[in-house]
């Protein structure tokens, strides 16, 4: 399905990190950037073939296109890393939404940025995945800044794919629910704090990583020509209720 392909992630742990390993199972070459050491270490033992690119995306464009620079010729990208603080809104602090808008929205921005004027000059097309989160279409308690920085991935997704579709570059965003990685697992592994939540998804379950990456291949693939502008939501029924 990627065979040949040359595929950029960003975030090297989670659904990043498994997108990375997927992606390289279908024939794709694979780069990755990642603030952490310790998950593109893990993820280089897992698989020796992906680059490995260590840089904070959080520092701003010059460390953005420093990092990007070093990929060369790219056909898809999944914009990936986030960071998320789950907190009432009005104890949030400047810090923490500095923060989060910084890596959700801003670093996706310049990421694209940086990627699609490749993309244009290369003059082959290509497809950009934006991750996003159940949290940009629903209001869901403590998530404020992180809504917040979602919804402005999901617009930031309908506006590339206006302005690069002539160019053949499609751009769509999936939008999942809990994803039981392990810091999923981790966080949601209370019954008292996962009830409400499951309470409100149809399917009853929150979704398996896997789940998360099989539309994020197909996105990236050419058996979706004909999708761009998109809003996917992976999240067992959540948004439809």
């Not at 199972?25 to 690119?53: D, F, P, R, T």
Request: proline content about 3%; overall charge negative; hydrophobic content about 45%.
């Amino acid at each position: 399905m990627l065979s040949g392909k040359r595929i950029l992630v960003t975030g090297a742990s989670g659904i990043g990190g498994a997108v990375c390993l997927a992606a390289a199972k279908e024939g794709a070459h694979v780069a990755v950037i990642s603030k952490s050491s310790g998950s593109l270490e893990a993820l280089g033992k897992q698989n020796s073939n992906i680059q490995l690119i260590q840089a904070d995306l959080g520092e701003g464009l010059d460390a953005i296109r420093k990092a990007v620079s070093q990929v060369g010729h790219v056909d898809g990208l999944v914009n990936n890393a986030a960071v998320a603080d789950i907190l009432p809104f009005v104890e949030v602090t400047e810090e923490s939404y500095d923060k989060q808008m910084d890596v959700n929205v801003k670093a996706v921005f310049f990421v694209g940025q940086c990627v699609a004027k490749a993309m244009v000059e290369q003059k082959g097309g290509g497809a950009i995945v934006n991750v996003s989160s159940q949290a940009s279409m629903r209001a869901i308690s403590g998530h404020s800044v992180y809504g917040t920085s979602k919804g402005a991935v999901d617009n930031l997704t309908r506006v590339m794919a206006l302005e690069l579709g002539p160019h053949k570059i499609r751009v769509n965003s999936v939008n999942p629910t809990v994803v039981l990685t392990a810091m999923g697992r981790e966080n949601w592994s209370d019954p008292a704090v996962a009830k409400p939540m499951l309470d409100h998804i149809p399917l009853g379950r929150f979704a398996e990583v896997s789940e998360v990456v099989d539309p994020i291949l197909y996105l990236l693939s050419d058996r979706s020509t004909m999708i761009t502008g998109t809003m996917l939501p992976v999240d067992g029924g959540f948004t439809a209720c």
